[in-house]
């Protein structure tokens, strides 16, 4: 981008966005992003009456960002941020959410009643993929996050709606 400016006086700009999740989201759980992988296991899990297994410890820690207010941002970037270098669009370090913490979250949305098991034979990847939101604070210092549990799990919207994604 700076490079593209220098030589042509375009701004362009990358934006970096951390774990994403939302409505319409991608429940496969081979190629889907963490939430939505941990739903449609408790979705299957639920269904057949056996135990939620989540690979690894359960130990690492995400930065998870609700779709509608990446949106929000993406819709201020492109109006207002006028810099060629690039911006993070994440929760602070401060709102980090372990995959435990997820599972736990997704058990009690989806009133799943099973076992709760980690399997340590998998592995648990990065443990942290921190991302400072410190440039986006400095912008928008009052832009107000939508709270992981309630972004994601709330019955009326959020991701649990959106279900009807999943097949068994």
Request: aromatic content about 10%.
């Amino acid at each position: 981008s700076r490079g593209y400016w220098e030589q042509h006086g375009r701004r362009f700009t990358a934006v970096i966005p951390t774990n994403v999740f939302g409505p319409h989201d991608n429940f496969n759980i081979q190629d889907g992003h963490v939430l939505p992988g941990l739903i449609h296991k408790a979705f299957l899990a639920k269904a057949s009456g056996s135990a939620l297994t989540v690979w690894g410890t359960g130990q690492p820690r995400r930065q998870f960002i609700y779709s509608l207010d990446l949106a929000r941002l993406l819709l201020w970037v492109l109006r207002e941020y006028e810099e060629v270098e690039p911006i993070i669009l994440s929760v602070g370090e401060e709102e980090e959410v372990s995959i435990r913490e997820a599972a736990e979250a997704v058990a009690e949305a989806m009133d799943f009643q099973g076992e709760l098991v980690f399997d340590t034979s998998k592995a648990d990847g990065q443990f942290k993929k921190t991302a400072s939101n410190a440039k986006l604070r400095r912008y928008l210092p009052h832009f107000q996050f939508t709270p992981f549990r309630k972004g994601g799990m709330e019955g009326g919207k959020g991701v649990l709606p959106s279900l009807g994604n999943i097949r068994g």
